[in-house]
């Protein structure tokens, strides 16, 4: 019983973020536009949590339905991941000078380090595809990762503003709730509305948050100033 509930609360509440988060993400294309690095950007992001949100809901009628079966929500899911890398990957360009290749390549280790405990803490018993489908998960997560931590870096530095950085944590913890939905998953604990859920609604949270300081930015400062001109943005 107690499960339903949680699982009740879990899928009402994840319908309702989400949905706001896909909301302000559109009105902020149309204050943003779709020109230059900053539009595109911006699209990519939106695409993003547009695969997520379709992929939400798939799994949720897998959930009702009682479909364990591998769904279309997977590629929703890896589609999503691609365009929030090209999103932080374009979100990062006008900060390139500051960030060394020493950076990158520190944080490619901790994280390939991260990853290989996470592929040895989940080991799977399954078929060869299914098992192909669980790596990717933490293969993916782990790219999200980079750009998240160089972008925290740099607020650290005071290079960025938080509102900035706010797209990055809330990266962080999606790749973490990630993380320990695929290990309690291995065992056999996970259901929906388990406490591993919270930092995954508490990252499109986050990511609200950083939209509408992004509005908020953008009707501060002149629409055709430059996406580069970073002393605009720390």
Not at 61 to 76: I, K, P, Q, V
Not at 203 to 228: D, E, H, Q, T, V
Request: net charge positive; aromatic share 16%.
């Amino acid at each position: 019983m107690a499960h339903s509930y949680a699982e009740l609360w879990s899928n009402t509440l994840n319908l309702a973020i989400t949905s706001i988060l896909l909301v302000v993400c559109i009105v902020n294309n149309f204050k943003t536009g779709t020109r230059g690095k900053h539009g595109r950007a911006w699209m990519c992001f939106t695409l993003a949590i547009a695969m997520w949100w379709i992929a939400e809901r798939i799994w949720t009628l897998n959930e009702l339905t009682n479909n364990d079966t591998l769904s279309y929500a997977d590629l929703f899911w890896f589609g999503g991941y691609v365009f929030y890398f090209i999103f932080g990957v374009n979100y990062l360009r006008p900060f390139a000078s500051q960030i060394s290749r020493k950076n990158i390549v520190t944080v490619s280790l901790v994280v390939l380090v991260v990853l290989m405990l996470v592929l040895y803490t989940t080991k799977p018993h399954i078929g060869t595809f299914e098992k192909i489908l669980h790596t990717s998960y933490p293969v993916v997560d782990s790219v999200m990762l980079i750009p998240s931590i160089l972008g925290m870096m740099l607020f650290f530095k005071g290079r960025i503003k938080f509102s900035v950085s706010l797209f990055f944590i809330g990266m962080l913890s999606f790749v973490i709730s990630d993380y320990a939905f695929m290990y309690f998953d291995s065992i056999g604990e996970y259901y929906t509305g388990h406490i591993v859920d919270i930092p995954y609604l508490l990252a499109y949270a986050i990511f609200i948050s950083g939209i509408i300081a992004n509005l908020n930015l953008w009707n501060r400062i002149n629409k055709n100033m430059p996406f580069n001109d970073q002393d605009a943005m720390r």
